[in-house]
């Protein structure tokens, strides 16, 4: 997890998509589209393939989808037959060079040219890739995304599918992956399903793969299916075809339905806005207090201070304006960037004057934000503050795809519950049991190795990292 | 009222901040910060001038106040003993070169140079320009700006203040304005008060105008009082002064508190959040209906959804998520355009399936949003949407600093509410009443020209304005 | 004079430009090809007007021509049936806020919209300026066109050629101007000529007036003459009409023969490139030397030091590449910056490996390039540097449109010949004589103030600037 | 070779740079004044990598290198204690990503992280890269430096030295490159010497390489000496080592001496300048006229007009003025592009006015930009024009780094000289001959396969280029 300094979130790394046409079609205005509907899950980087089955174009830079993809750019990926298209979001925290990390990840091998774009990691990305160097590899960047690639290649005696699932295999960890050569798109998901990965399909029979159903909808196309756990899907001409890799107990991220996901978007077959308001309505039952109002930090608690107003019978109000134009850059005096950062954003109304608050927020990460947002209440006249969590305290850091923290920045790693409340000034502070939200996503398994430090897909050896770090 | 191809909302032209610091302030960063809570008011150009006494720096672009005010831009005007500042957020709408014409404008006259910014309209300007025209003065810009500081400079025999008052007595219309000198910081406000003006004081001494309150908290001052309706106000070494100049029966404009001003604000002593869930309240009184779910278009349907929902026992649903990052540039096909953007901007949740909808907006102006907004929600399994406006129904152009839009392009002066009704395809069509709305509002006297025709601070001659246009 | 960290040489401040065209013509177009033959005039801003009649379109920025009209800026300006249009390049070196500052200037006034750009100064702008403000004028600029155009907006009672024509008288210094309406252009110059200004017609009988012939030829127009000292010329459906205004002593600038002006340009009636051939030839029968070899420094001492080679006897040669990237901005440590740029721009050849040089340069102002230079020459093998200056010692500030310094940096103002020569390490260094560089140009009048201190048009009262100095 | 509108003259792809500094240096700083240095062999875009052993930073992108690299990025590749750093600058002519295939390349393997700058072709890179892709290989870009990469990748059981001689032993061509690891630098040069590469020294013990010596004395340096055709040389804490890998016939590339390399620039130990007025005299005495000026086509033609006025006694003068600002960006409808370019860059000065004059150029590629000058000459009144040429006619394409047009285009092989004359328009048109150039060169092996279809380093077989073309 990183810490953005206004939201004090976990943050996700990225959103994938793709399209496979079998009519020609204007996919990179389409992948445009599938992708600005994924922005929330990374704003740092944005980038696309498209292929006619001849010419294969890509883009890629730094930015905001809508940054990176001005009209120009746009056009310059455009092909009028295309037939197949991947793009990414990226949402990345270090190094000094990320543009030559970007993806979609591009090369030619044996195979043809192909283009790679993932969501997620792989723990044993570094021993492969060591190996592979003292075969004589040459891995011009730091992602991920090239080992898979050079496995692919490797098997050079394997079409591009078995040498895809051969790579599979060979990798391990929580992650979601779509692929292209110039004649066909392939998606896959870990064995686990750590990472999300849906199927759907436009009426003109374009198939269409995203981390989210809301990019499905974003492109006219309706929600088919998820890939499932461990599965490999590929599309050509005779349409959708499955390949079960390797599949194992599924352990979907639990903070997709938390924060992440939209709250138009269904995962593996759980609403993430009803499943928000079921974690509200738990968290009442099992953390009820005696208050005036209930109100949600925005925009992510709201389905949450929904539930527990309905399950407590305390009124719901807005207490909290969010300045729509705060994830604009902001020039502050580094001393009290983070201070005015989260005061320029949040601001309270008159819903709390007088009132004795439930506040509430999908998780705590350092708890300096939250501090501050109690603050900001106390001094807008509320009496008491109630502060309610939807997520259960993290205390481990995540190796799936959610970029790592020091453990010991984790408030919850190193504080009991009554130290966070007196360091966040609230006049009580809960959160969710691990029990009550399994609950509330559905009562099936789930990945909750930043709760409880059992990781189900493995974890990484990173002692090796600094040693091989290549800042390019 | 112009209208927003997204939001098809009336357009606020403008915000205005000032500042007077007793002691050396960093004038240029307060500003910033007071502008960017502004920024909701005004999203084409922003400005500020900053003054130390004697040096006299001046900054705007078109832009919003974080793009104009990058590190380098605001380091420009920033001066290490800054007294005054004046600073301006523009929405604006016609004109090939609008950079020209944004705010502050400066200018040196026989009382040394003074900046002015102002929200609102002079309805007489044009008379009163032509008039200075055949004296020999020269207008550099189309900005009503400069005809006040005309109208200033002309009054060579008095001071700034006094001469200040007369070109209030001589021009009509509904504003507020911020005026500086390198010494001294000037308000004011026409004398029905269309247009609001606040007044705010810092720990250290430092006055603040603003057109809302929440400015003022950003700059960390506290609210005073509101400047009074046809108040003029000036800040120097010895503090607040006030001169009454021409004081009418007081009509600020209703659609602060129905859309414009923010949530956290207080305009004439009434606070917007708590207006607004009145006017819910309000139309759930009038406007009963018999459903499951109560769901407000985001964001600024928001709090008389909380009122309606409160009054009429009907529960509140999150039911259409808001993408954060929809405001941004976005390229789409200009047939597709405006479906588009309103889909790639709104998107139901699971709440409103298989429900029957109270839909909450704050007004309607050309219906064409609202269409697609009735229909996402069809789509998605709503079986009935009942829509509800807590304002009245818009049949008239503003001329007070609301951008005028022809008559005929507002659907409701050509449609009855049936008709509207019909256009939008909602089950049921009702709007707030205006003796309803003004009762929310807190029972004073409001100016509602846009429902009634009645027109408080007169009306312009509109036929010469073509003959006399500068593109420049 | 100002003083170019790497060309160490009096800079011109501006170009001017206007068309008149009898059938719609794209003037825009051919308004930025003048101004791109007139780019050596002035670096720091372009802009032009363009009207057809009804519209008025203005653009004006910082930067090079080419850099401030990109295509999207030069449509915007467009006009299919334009019939006049100005244009203006400028030179420019303090204030804060230069953008505000830039020309072509417009305003509205009695006599319709007007543009003004001029080259040159105003020597009592200052004092009618003062006089204005007192009348109750406003300036929002402080560039004296500002002046200009009040004094013609107050004569409200005239025409625009007579109102032009009361303004000149009311004027003094150095100066040439364009002035448009929708529906004329006018040119006028100072009544001693110091500023240059031409007259050329197109084959469709289109006029077009500039700064120098070279930028006649770049919009297809042939040179019919030069504007006289003291004459208006206005350009309307019957063609061009003259009036003089007021006539004096010709006295045009000596520096545009010696540097400013292109070398294929003719300023009244004298070729450049010949004139400085002659001020070779002159310089070598004045200060004659026994030396191997006559080398330019490039670009600006060609012209002379092939006149001093075909003179003197002694082999021309190419002495000092100069990189063709150098005007490019160059990062450099700042205590660096100035030896490195001129080490980045000129770099000696072989040809003066071993020989006694003859530098020949156009003239010294403060020496420090110059000092560079030799000591560069001697580095790479000249056995003596022989230093040869095409232009008298430069002892006083310009006051007619080349921006001052202070005088005490001009180092032949407080330097010997001896001393400077000491001072930049050559072994014998002369200037031409004054008279010498008269006859060089042709034995009629011209300006030579910066060498002699006796200015012909007057001289501004310094003392007030500062007092007023607006820094918008 | 390629054709610039503009110049018509063939087009330098590369220059390269490195460093290695036995000391902590700003090696960034260093690397960006030798690539500005360089700027003439490559426009279109720039980078450096530097190392101070233990990380290692890289830039490029599209560009000047003074675009490319602004404060902020140049300081971002800064390191405090660098040691070794390359750089390179592009001409770049085909593709629409170029952006990814800009050099440095870098990429990580056995040896460590590698960065490859390369100026000059692989003639059988096509066929080593099919092979490889067989084995395995992944290719990020169609950049010629990744074939060299991967196969130094490849012998994983030599060391870094070893690998490349075993790499430059596999490869053919004529190419000059430039290779580093984070300790130490490589420089290597075909085994015929085709593009050049020299050594310097600083006075603080920092070797550099260059393509030229301009960028040795840009650092600091003193040439030491030019790397041998076929030798290898590197640079650790002991100092420069050499192993000459494959030494074959030199035959430098003649065209640097006609117009590539700068004119203080000594290639292979003949200077530049000397050597183009000895192609002057040479032409002179092989092709003399009677007539009464000599005047060079600015700046190219400078060095060899000097030469032809010196030996045949006929004067020299400056009768083509060249716009300094003619390199930038220009907008022009496209029909006219081409003759307004050469116009707007090119002036004819009163030195040709009633002359017969001798125009001097470099080269002819296709013709078309000589029809203009010579119809420019006539225009300002030259009676005759007599066209001399400094190289021999070009009819064959080159595959040594200069990229290739097609035969076709090249109006030599296609026409005689009389047809060539008679196209450009000139009174009489001559070139010199091959032994001619031969000798002006210093009569030492060149290559002149432009003019003789002669490749002393190979071809390359080009069927196969658009099968595997890869835009990307």
């Not at 499932?228 to 107990?249: I, N, T």
């Not at 729509?324 to 005096?333: K, Q, V």
Request: net charge negative; with cysteine.
């Amino acid at each position: 997890m990183i810490f953005d300094p206004v939201t004090d979130k976990p943050q996700e790394e990225c959103g994938v998509f793709g399209l496979y046409s079998p009519v020609p079609n204007d996919l990179a205005w389409l992948t445009y589209l599938g992708l600005f509907a994924l922005q929330h899950r990374g704003q740092e980087a944005a980038g696309m393939c498209v292929s006619d089955g001849d010419k294969f174009h890509v883009e890629k830079d730094l930015g905001l989808v809508t940054q990176v993809f001005d009209e120009r750019r746009l056009d310059s990926v455009r092909l009028p037959n295309a037939r197949v298209s991947i793009g990414h979001v990226r949402y990345s925290t270090t190094g000094s060079n990320l543009r030559f990390n970007s993806q979609p990840l591009t090369t030619r091998t044996n195979k043809g040219i192909l283009g790679l774009a993932h969501n997620g990691n792989f723990v044993n990305a570094l021993e492969v890739r060591t190996e592979m160097l003292h075969e004589g590899a040459l891995f011009a960047t730091t992602n991920d995304s090239e080992v898979m690639l050079n496995l692919i290649a490797r098997e050079s005696q394997m079409d591009l599918v078995a040498a895809t699932a051969a790579a599979m295999k060979r990798l391990r960890g929580g992650y979601a992956c779509v692929l292209m050569s110039r004649t066909g798109l392939i998606g896959f998901r870990d064995p686990h399903g750590v990472r999300p990965l849906v199927i759907g399909q436009r009426e003109d029979g374009a198939w269409a793969l995203a981390s989210e159903p809301c990019a499905l909808y974003a492109v006219g196309a309706r929600l088919i299916r998820d890939v499932q756990p461990g599965e490999l899907v590929y599309f050509d001409r005779d349409g959708l075809h499955s390949l079960m890799v390797e599949a194992r107990q599924p352990t979907p991220c639990s903070f997709e339905w938390i924060y992440f996901a939209r709250s138009d978007s269904k995962i593996d077959g759980v609403d993430t806005h009803e499943s928000r308001i079921r974690m509200g309505m738990q968290l009442a039952r099992e953390k009820p207090v005696d208050a005036d109002v209930v109100v949600p930090v925005p925009d992510s608690g709201m389905g949450a201070a929904i539930g527990y107003a309905r399950e407590s019978g305390i009124p719901f109000d807005y207490g909290l304006y969010k300045n729509p134009y705060a994830g604009r850059t902001f020039i502050a005096p580094s001393q009290e960037a983070r201070e005015l950062k989260v005061k320029m954003k949040l601001s309270p109304t008159s819903a709390v004057r007088g009132k004795r608050v439930v506040l509430i927020d999908d998780s705590i990460v350092r708890g300096t934000t939250s501090r501050q947002i109690v603050n900001l209440l106390r001094e807008a006249g509320a009496t008491e503050v109630h502060f309610r969590v939807s997520s259960p305290p993290i205390t481990h850091p995540c190796f799936y795809g959610i970029d790592t923290a020091a453990r010991k920045e984790l408030v919850a790693s190193t504080h009991s519950v009554e130290e966070i409340r007196e360091l966040i000034g609230a006049d009580t502070l809960a959160f969710i049991s691990e029990p009550g939200l399994r609950q509330a996503i559905g009562g099936k398994g789930m990945c909750g190795a930043c709760f409880t430090g059992h990781y189900p897909a493995g974890t990484p050896l990173l002692n090796d990292v600094d040693k091989l770090a290549l800042e390019v």
